[in-house]
């Protein structure tokens, strides 16, 4: 755990009802163990592509399409979130579940790498989340740091996997490898000079950072 059950509990009790098509969505990915990001991070991504008005957002890994929903629903009016996700049926998930809620229009799904898709798009983005394969999340950083504009916010999830990585070893879920890579990519990003950037103990816990 990353936070204590008592203030897991209060943060649960705080939480809104979600909506119908969010409710299923979330039990979907509970019932089939799909990994989509819990309210707390949907709603600090929601929050962050607000607070800045974005309009263009690139997303690495769609899985059903939760993240891209609450990214979705933040955009300023024109906005656009390009989503990579490599697994088909995921994929038409979550095309499915954006139509129902209202906002495919703003969601350009692309069932391919993100490693090499990154590469066909032209930047400025406003802002980033990475949630895709975590052994590609500096391949991943490599493509998306050229793209992202000066005040650009890029979020990462999973960075404390349940809190192995401040233990340093793997705790039966994570490996240590995994764990190894994580720590890695931590130090990585938040010594690079082009970004400005800290760690949150937030779902999974959620590294945020902002481009120079």
Do not use: C
Request: charged share 20%; hydrophobic share 45%; no cysteine.
């Amino acid at each position: 755990m990353i936070v204590t059950d008592a203030v897991s509990s209060y943060l649960a009790g705080l939480r809104p009802e979600p909506d119908p098509v969010l409710a299923e969505m979330q039990a979907q990915g509970e019932r089939e163990r799909i990994p989509i990001v819990g309210p707390e991070t949907g709603m600090l991504l929601h929050v962050l592509a607000a607070v800045g008005g974005a309009t263009r957002v690139v997303e690495v890994g769609t899985a059903i399409g939760v993240s891209t929903l609450y990214l979705a629903r933040a955009l300023a009016p024109g906005g656009t979130v390009v989503s990579f996700e490599i697994d088909e049926a995921r994929h038409a998930a979550a095309r499915e579940y954006l139509g129902r809620a209202g906002v495919l229009d703003r969601a350009d799904l692309r069932l391919e790498d993100a490693r090499t898709g990154l590469a066909s798009l032209a930047g400025p983005f406003e802002m980033a989340f990475i949630d895709g394969v975590k052994a590609q999340y500096s391949e991943y950083l490599d493509e998306l740091l050229p793209l992202l504009g000066s005040g650009a916010v890029l979020a990462v999830d999973n960075v404390l996997m349940s809190g192995s990585v401040a233990e340093g070893k793997g705790d039966g879920h994570w490996s240590d490898e995994q764990v190894a890579g994580a720590r890695a990519f931590n130090r990585r990003l938040l010594g690079d000079e082009r970004l400005t950037g800290t760690v949150t103990p937030v779902g999974d816990g959620v590294l945020v950072a902002v481009a120079r």
